[in-house]
């Protein structure tokens, strides 16, 4: 029936939002660390301040690291 089938299409579209979270949260924590990554190199002078800074600033305008 109608409510049957809209009763599923609200569970899908929980999944679906509960997944997309998930995701968005294991983007953030990988770029975190890249970030981390990032600045220790930086402080052991293996990549230089123009080199940490282009890198950070792709890090920080992306998507998941802005929410």
């Known amino acids: 029936s109608y ?3 809209n009763e599923f299409v609200d569970e899908l579209k929980q999944k ?10 294991s983007l953030k924590e990988y ?4 970030l981390n ?3 220790r190199l930086k ?7 123009t ?3 282009k ?3 792709r890090i920080v305008n992306h998507s998941a690291y802005k929410d």
């Open 51 to 53: 080199d940490f800074n």
């Open 43 to 49: 402080n052991e002078c293996v990549i230089t301040s």
């Open 16 to 25: 679906i939002e509960t997944k997309n979270r998930v995701n968005r949260s």
């Open 37 to 39: 990554e990032l600045r």
């Open 31 to 34: 770029l975190t660390r890249e």
């Open 55 to 57: 890198a950070l600033h």
């Open 3 to 5: 409510k049957i089938f």
